[in-house]
Every structure is written in C-alpha cells, then in structure tokens.
C-alpha cells in the first residue's frame, strides 16, 4: 500500500491534514506528517530530518507520496531525499497538489489500493469539484487520466487509448450496474475515467457512483473508457466481462421488448362499478394514478410524513471532532443498511437487496466525502450542514436529469441523506408511532429504506403521489408482495378515511361504499389464496391436467441464488454457471478457490440434482489473465468449450475443482458452446485424466458425472442425432441458440424483433432436438430464458420439453401454469406455431391460449 507523508510549516496543520486524510478511507492507511521546527515543534517551519524519518514510518515497495503546502517545505522534502538515499528516492514521489484536498484524494485512492502513479494523479485532479463549483470553465469536469509523460491533449489520449461499450441493460446505467461498475473498476490498480460518448459528455471519475448515474446512460448508450496504470489493461477486461454479463440483468429495451412473458396477454382486472381517480394537475400530482404492485387491497388509510431533518446553524468549533461525528453516524447507517440487505436476501429478493448495496455505495461515495470534509474544514460548515447541501446538489442533479428514470434516482439520493442526518443529528423519522391495525399507508412519498421497513402483516397496500413502476420504492414494494398505486393526489385523499385499490389496474376508489368494498375483499381473498396456493405448492412436482410431469429446476450464478433454490421449490438446479468465479478479477482464482465456493453452492441446494456448466468465457467475455486472440466477430470466435480446450492448464484444475465438490452430491457436466463431437470426447478424457489425478492423491471424488452439452449453435442442432450417442443429456441455451439461427445479436436494439425465440426457424431447431433426444432415450431440459416465460414455455412444454430450468423465483409461477396446462392442447398449439411463417404469427395464436387461460 502507498504511504502518504503530510508536511507543512505548521505541526498543528501537518496533523489535522493527516487526520482529515486517514478519516475519509475506508481502511487504515500509512501515513504521518511532519510539521513545525524547535524543540517541541512549536514554531513555524520545516525540518529535512523530521520529513526523513516520516517518510522511513511509511515507506513500502509500493511507494510514498509526499505532499506540502509551499515555499522551504519542498526544498525541506527534497533533502530529505538526498539523506535517504537512490534506494528510497526512486519510490518517493514529491508531488505539486494541493494539500488538503490532495490528501484527501490521495487518501481515498490508496484505502482501495491504487498504485503511485494513481495515487498522485488523483491528487493533482483534487481540485476539479471545487473549481467545478465555482464555474471554472477551463476545468469544469475531470479528464481521462493522462500519463506522466504525456504531454499531448488529453483528448488525443481518449481518442487513442479509449475503449468504448455499448449499454444494453433496460435502464442503462441506474444504480444497481453502476454500483457494479464502480466496485469491479476499484479492483484494478488502475485510474479509470468513463464518459457517455453518445451524448457527448465529459469523463468522470469511475470511482464515483454519483458521477457514472448522472452521466445518464441510457439503453442503446456507448460509453468510453480510459485507463492508465500497471493493469489498465486488466481494467478494460473486467469491465468488459461484466458488460458481456449485461450487469447482470436482462438485456431489453425500456417497453419494447417482445421476448419474456409480454404484456399484451394478461388481461387486467379493473371492476366495472369503478375507475381511477384522476388527480387534478393543479394540485402538483404528476402522474395519472399507476398501478406498481399488483394486489388488492381494502381498509382504512394511515397517513405518514416525511420529517426533514432541522439543521444546526452553528459554524464548526472543532473540524477533526466534527468529522468523526460524521464518520461514527455513517458507521451506524451503514450498518443498519447492511441489516436491510440480508433481510431481503432472506425473504429471496436479491435484486431488491442490490438497491440497498447501491444505497451504500451513495452513503460511501468519495467525492460526496470530499466535499463533506472541504466544506467542514474550509468553510467552517457543521457535518450535518456540509452533507446536506452536498446532497441536496446531487439530488438536484438528478431530478433535472430528462430521462425520467435517472430522474426518480433523486428519491434515493434523499433517502441517503435522510437516514445519515437523522443518524447524526439523532433524530427519528418523524413518521409518529405505526398503526396498530392493518391499513393502506397514503403518503406523497416513501422512500425505499421506509419501504424495505414495511411489514406486510400491517401494511395492506400503498397510496403515493410521487413515484412510478421504476422507482426503487416500487421494486420493494413488489418484493414484499403489498400493492400499491402511484400518482394519487395527496390533497384529493385528505378528508377520505378509507380506500380500496387494484395494484395492477392503478384503481384508487376513497371512502367506497358497502357494495365496492365487498367486491374487493373478495378480490384480495381470491389473489391471496393464489399467493399462498403458489408458496405452499411449489415444493410439490408439477404435472400437466393430462398427468405428464414436468421437471422444474433452478439457474443459479452465486452463493446467494444457491441458498433461494429449495425455498422456491425447484427440483435441483438445471444450469450453474462457473464463470462468476472467474470473471472480473486480476487473476485466476486456484483450484482451492473453486473447490471451496462450489461446495458451499452444492451444501445449500442439498440432496437435489445438480447440473455444473463448466466455464463458459470467451468471446464477449474476456479474462484479463488470458491472452485471446484479436478476432473481428468474438461470438463466432474462441468461447465456450473451444476456449476451454486450448487453456488445457486452467480447463483440468477447473475440472479437478469440480470434481472435489461433487462427491457426496448428485452433480452432472454440461458443456458449453459444443459445434464437434470431438470436443465432447476430449473433454470426457480430460475429466478421466483429472479423476484418475485426484484419486492418485488420495482424494475421493466418487464416480464421474455425467458428461452432457449445451445446444446453442447450429451445427449441434443439424447433428442432434450424432450429437446423442456421445452426450448423456442435451440442455437447450435459447439465448444463443436463437442468437445464432437468426443470425441476430441478442440485446442488439436493432435487432430485437429479429432475435426471437418464438420464431418458427427457433421451434423447428427445438423440436429436431427433442425427437433426437427421445430416440437416442436421452433427457433434454431448456434452460434459457425463454423457459420461464410463460409464452414461450407453453409451446416448449408442447414440442415435448419435460424439464426447464429458470431463475428460482420464477419457479413457482411456472408450476403453477404447468398444473393449469393440458399437454394435449399445447401440443396442438405447438404444431400450429411450428407451421407459422414468422414470430408475429406465433404471437397471436399464444396470446390468444393464454388470454383464454388468464379468464380461466
């Protein structure tokens, strides 16, 4: 780790400088200072020998940094050199920022372990917020790191050294894919600058949350990287990979996606005798009412106030013991968001648990920090004051933001801040004591840490002025299964005491009569049972109403979604991918490494059927530890198994890994990406060679696996029946395998309506597969998304598909439509798509069987 030495003519400056520094990071750092000349160092001036032996207490092969404030405290650092020696010098840097806000800054790169050249680019940028601030317009937005060296136009450095990446995430770059870019950059010793090339923006600091969020990246967006440092090139991989893995999340263009369940075929329920309440637009709602969590709900209204915190007046007294206020208050709300996080992992929602880990990237965010502690210890501002106004400019930042989705991000801003000045000023939420009934909480707004807070045993359903279905709030809202309507006229709700309201619809009626009360009560009863119906029945196999069972088995990418396979019910897990452990990181991690995870992953599932597919990278998906080729279409390059086979080394101690795990638990191999048979035979005598390994070792690893493969390209679909004689089992990828039979990018907007699963060409390819599967008396699953969608899995299950395999949430709902589903129908609608000229065909005869079975 780099050292940092603080030296100034004064001892009480050199200290407070350095406390201010070792305050802001998040992990202890080397540091001291050295400041003031006499006996006790009283008297302004600096001393070479002081500087000497503060630049001995932190010196490492990592280097130092030295900052002072001016004139005989260079010359002073500069000695201090010459004393020490080439040995030393060549590590030190002696650098010209300025000293408060470069310690800091140089304080925040080195806590996540930046290198020298890092370091110190970072500190000769600290003064870029501030001037930003005040309008220097020469300087107003940070530029893309620039080598020491480099004399040239930062610009041309972009321009020469920039990488870019198309964003196909729905909602571009939002708070759970920054908060992922933001942590995978800080893994890499690295400065890394990004900018939204297609509108043309300044780059920003990819450090920063608030900055990556509020460059309003969009769906269809590019952006520019730039990295200098001794592994920008392992920088640009990481992010790479993560890009290829879409962040994480489903790649579809905001309401354009046809793929997936669709919205056309649910029919919503919206009772004839009402209508919803329209709020005049004079009394500031934004919105027409918006259904955000489906459900019904009726009872009586609790209203609830959002309190703004009182801020002190008061100038700062003393700065170090304000900041460590500051700094003690953030702990605490750290800690309690951590809480929130592992409560809703617990309850199965991850994704709604990464808003609350976003939420703790903005409570850490290093130049929000940083203006904290300028404005502390350069204005004179109290903690509470300095964070309020930081954060309120951010909020107004986002709020201001055109896209309407950055623009909600503002709610979470003022969350954040909320929750840290309430902490700090020791205040409560100023919600007044919770309803001791059930009831329908109306406020204008709730933020998401009120709603991740909510009991659903208490809280029957929501009514909200602000917000909208994106909105974090509404996430939760769905997570905890409580309804809720946006969009509703506070004032227009004041006299009324109670309400009934329909999730899905947006129907708010207040204070309905005896008769509309009845109809929802009835309403909410029929959807709780279906709730509870679908909870307590999804342990239980699934069978058509013709008696045919259907396996319904769980993708998993972590730990996280290992520990929701059994709740959920999923009858063991159909696809694990591997590549999370590889992914994103410096180095390939060991055979231990692999060993260890693999096994907490197959303790959690249990005694049900595992399927393991080896590392699936390559391509789109680089490995900043592996040197792949330059190729010009990487889709149709060295990926999947291909890759595997080439880096023999990296495949076996894979394998070996894989093997270790496995014993005691029933796992199967798939692989990924098969064209040739003679990639499944060498694979099989590779996992021989490491079986016979590992038991030469005294390592049990019982019997092999089973050795199956991906369908995913057309040369395996053309050779299914060959294919079958050398595979134990075929699992169907409809992501890639429609990627490439269309001849069609997945995620490419262009291209959405080419890139579809429901397209006939897609079916014929499913249905070959499934009749070489069942005469060479092999098992065939489907593990692609299009397996949990119920247009989709209704013509799978009727080309003969008997075992699916989807995210573990989807679980439920899909045995549920499998209970309502006759083989013989789909089996009929099947063969009519399959004699369809083209998806939109397909489409229509779908929709129109599940619209039928949506009235059912």
Not at 261 to 283: E, H, L, V, Y
Not at 297 to 317: K, M, N, Q, S
Not at 356 to 378: G, K, R, T, Y
């Amino acid at each position: 780790m780099v050292g940092l030495v603080i030296v100034s003519h004064s001892r009480e400056l050199a200290a407070g400088v350095a406390a201010l520094a070792a305050g802001v990071s998040e992990t202890s750092i080397p540091i001291a200072h050295a400041g003031g000349v006499g006996d006790d160092h009283e008297q302004l001036g600096t001393d070479a020998t002081q500087i000497m032996e503060a630049i001995e207490a932190v010196f490492s092969p990592d280097g130092v940094l030295i900052l002072m404030d001016l004139g005989s405290a260079i010359l002073s650092a500069e000695t201090a050199l010459e004393f020490l020696g080439d040995d030393y010098s060549e590590l030190v840097r002696i650098c010209a920022a300025p000293l408060v806000e470069g310690a800091v800054a140089a304080a925040v790169q080195i806590g996540i372990g930046a290198d020298l050249d890092t370091v110190a680019a970072e500190a000769m940028d600290a003064l870029l917020p501030k001037r930003q601030q005040l309008g220097v317009a020469e300087s107003a937005s940070p530029k893309p790191p620039k080598d020491t060296n480099d004399t040239g136009d930062t610009d041309e450095v972009a321009a020469e050294g920039g990488h870019t990446f198309q964003i196909l995430t729905q909602h571009g770059l939002h708070a759970r894919p920054a908060a992922k870019f933001v942590e995978t950059c800080s893994r890499f010793k690295a400065n890394i600058m990004v900018r939204n090339l297609t509108k043309e923006s300044e780059f920003v600091n990819a450090a920063s949350l608030n900055r990556i969020a509020l460059l309003s990246v969009t769906y269809g967006d590019t952006i520019e990287v730039v990295a200098k440092g001794p592994e920008s090139d392992q920088a640009i991989k990481g992010i790479s990979s993560l890009v290829a893995e879409n962040f994480g999340e489903p790649a579809a263009p905001p309401e354009t996606r046809k793929s997936g369940s669709g919205a056309k075929r649910t029919k919503k329920a919206t009772p004839a005798s009402t209508a919803a309440q329209t709020p005049d637009s004079s009394n500031g709602s934004p919105h027409r009412p918006t259904g955000i969590s489906e459900g019904w709900a009726v009872g009586p209204l609790f209203r609830i106030e959002t309190a703004e915190p009182e801020l002190p007046d008061h100038a700062a007294a003393d700065a170090e013991y304000e900041l460590e206020l500051f700094n003690a208050a953030r702990d605490r709300v750290r800690s309690r968001m951590q809480k929130q996080v592992h409560s809703l992992g617990a309850r199965g929602a991850a994704g709604e648990a990464e808003i609350m880990e976003a939420h703790q990237l903005i409570l850490d965010d290093p130049e929000v920090l940083q203006a904290v502690i300028q404005s502390v210890s350069e204005s004179g501002n109290n903690a509470a004051r300095a964070y309020a106004d930081t954060m309120q400019e951010l909020a107004q930042a986002y709020a201001s933001n055109p896209d309407p989705y950055l623009a909600q991000r503002a709610v979470d801003i003022h969350d954040v801040r909320r929750a840290l000045l309430r902490e700090l000023l020791e205040e409560d939420a100023g919600t007044g004591s919770g309803p001791d009934n059930p009831v329908i909480l109306c406020a204008r707004e709730l933020t998401p840490s009120d709603t991740a807070q909510l009991d659903p045993e208490r809280i029957l359903g929501i009514i909200t002025e602000l917000g909208g279905p994106t909105s974090h709030a509404a996430i939760l809202a769905r997570a905890l299964g409580i309804p809720a309507v946006a969009g509703v006229s506070t004032e227009s709700a004041s006299p009324a005491e109670s309400a009934a309201i329909d999730g899905r619809a947006g129907t708010v009626i207040f204070d309905p009569d005896e008769s509309t009360q009845k109809e929802f009560r009835a309403r909410r009863e029929t959807w709780l049972n279906r709730r509870q119906d679908l909870r307590l029945r999804s342990g239980e196999a699934a069978y058509t109403l013709d008696e045919r069972h259907i396996t319904v088995q769980a993708n998993i990418g972590d730990l996280a979604g290992a520990n929701h396979v059994n709740p959920n019910g999923a009858e063991g897990v159909g696809l694990l991918r591997t590549e999370f452990m590889f992914l994103s990181r410096r180095t390939a991690p060991t055979e231990d490494d692999q060993t260890n995870m693999l096994t907490k992953m197959f303790n959690a599932v249990g005694n049900r059927p595992i399927t393991v597919r080896t590392l699936d990278v390559g391509g789109d998906k680089d490995l900043a530890y592996i040197q792949l080729p330059e190729e010009d279409n990487p889709f149709l390059g060295l990926r999947g198994i291909r890759l595997c086979l080439k880096e023999k080394a990296l495949f076996k101690e894979h394998l070996r890994a894989i093997l270790r795990a496995s014993f005691g638990h029933t796992v199967s191999l798939m692989l990924p990406m098969v064209a040739r048979i003679e990639e499944i035979e060498l694979s099989r005598a590779l996992l021989e060679e490491a079986a016979a390994d590992l038991r030469a070792e005294g390592i049990d690893c019982g019997e092999l696996p089973a050795l199956g493969i991906m369908i995913e390209t057309p040369a395996a679909v053309l050779q299914a029946k060959h294919m079958a004689k050398h595979a134990a089992f075929f699992s169907i990828g409809t992501n890639d395998l429609t990627q490439y039979i269309m001849a069609a990018e997945r995620g490419a907007e262009h291209l959405v309506d080419v890139a579809d699963p429901m397209h006939p060409a897609v079916l014929t390819a499913i249905a070959q597969c499934v009749a070489a599967a069942e005469e060479a008396g092999i098992e065939l699953s489907v593990c692609g998304e299009a397996a949990s969608a119920p247009d989709t899995a209704v013509l799978l299950l009727g080309l003969g598909v008997r075992k699916l395999s989807m995210n573990p949430s989807s679980v439920p709902v899909l045995k549920d439509l499998v209970r309502h589903t006759r083989y013989s129908t789909v089996n009929e609608l099947a063969k009519r798509a399959l004699a369809c000229a083209d998806a939109g065909d397909v489409r229509s005869i779908v929709e129109e069987y599940l619209n039928d079975y949506q009235a059912g």
